[in-house]
Structure formats: C-alpha cells, structure tokens
C-alpha cells in the first residue's frame, strides 16, 4: 500500500499543481511512516485548505472490489465501520479516547463542504477510471477515521481500490491506473473549486 499511494500522490500532486496552479504539500515524498496525528498537524501547519488522504483498501473477503470515498462522520453501515477500524488501528488511542472523536465529529462544521467535494472528487474520478477499466464504484461513505482528528478544512479519505482483491491489485500495480485515478481526481477537484 505505501509504495502504490506514494506513487499516486506524487502524481496527483504534480497535476494539481501543474493543471490548477495550487500548492499542494504531501506528508510524506519517500518511504517513511507518518502518524496520522503528525499528518493533521503537517496540514495545519501549512495552512492547508483541503485535506485529502490517499489509501489503499483491503478485506478479509476476497471477492471484494472497488473504489470508494469517505468523509467524518458517524459511520453508515458496517462496511465503513470495518475500513474506518482498519484506517484507525495504527493508533495508539484508547476506548476513553472514543468520546473526543465523536465530540469532534459532533462540532465538525466542514461535514457538508466534505461530503460535496467528496461526490464531486469521487464522480469524476470513476469516470475518468471506466474509462479504460471496469471498476466497481462503492460510493461516498461516512465513517470515523482518526486521520481527520484536529482539522478544521474539508477533508475526504479515497480507497482507490482492495489490495486483497485480485483483479484491484492488478490494476494497482498499473501505472496506467494510477494515472487514471489521479487524471480523475483532479478533474474532481478542479469542479469542486471552481463551484465554491
């Protein structure tokens, strides 16, 4: 997962940058670990106006495929709460810590804008990738993911596909893929932009 999501940030952010003239920071340009509290704090750090960050999925099913997009909030079904669980196990919080994520979820005034640049970003994105491939689109989802804990911008989390599906990990392996999603997304947040 690291090495794909790299890659695909890598070149998100030169299209961003290149196509819609915005600085873009990365948490990270080589192989090393970035807590997801470190994460936050390099976005707020640099004044980030939006925070969008890259995954790749996995499930003990391996029929499960696809792509699909999440912002904060209380989850919507179980199989959000189970990418949300599997996103938050790197963290160290405790079950105490549970009660600050919801009150954070609960004063969280970005939901909206989130949630729009979200199914913009998302929309475009599986377009620009059926394109070439078939991919199963699982749409935009509401989950509570850690990452997002302490910041104040719209934010959405993309799992560009499941590492544990064979036919996803295909195509993850696939510069081609890669530069479709990141095409996609761009496009996505070049809409989303331009309607705020």
Avoid: C
Avoid at 43 to 53: E, G, N, Q, R
Avoid at 84 to 105: F, M, P, T, W, Y
């Amino acid at each position: 997962e690291k090495d794909i999501v790299l890659r695909l940030s890598q070149k998100l952010a030169a299209k961003i940058e290149k196509k819609l003239n915005l600085e873009v920071h990365l948490t990270r340009t080589d192989d090393r670990f970035i807590t997801l509290e470190r994460r936050t704090k390099i976005a707020k750090d640099k004044k980030a106006d939006l925070f969008i960050s890259l995954h790749v999925n996995a499930n003990d099913l391996t029929e499960v495929e696809g792509f699909e997009t999440y912002v904060l909030n209380f989850a919507t079904d179980r199989s959000a709460m189970a990418v949300a669980a599997r996103e938050n196990a790197e963290n160290d919080k405790s079950v105490s810590d549970l009660q600050d994520l919801l009150g954070i979820i609960a004063k969280n005034t970005k939901i909206a804008e989130s949630r729009a640049m979200a199914q913009t970003m998302h929309k475009s994105a599986v377009s620009k990738i059926n394109e070439k491939y078939k991919v199963r689109d699982l749409g935009v989802k509401e989950a509570p993911f850690w990452v997002w804990v302490g910041t104040d911008v719209p934010s959405i989390l993309v799992e560009i596909g499941f590492i544990t599906n064979e036919k996803d990990a295909a195509r993850l392996g696939q510069e081609a893929y890669l530069e479709a999603v990141a095409d996609g997304l761009v496009r996505g947040l070049e809409n989303y932009v331009k309607g705020f």
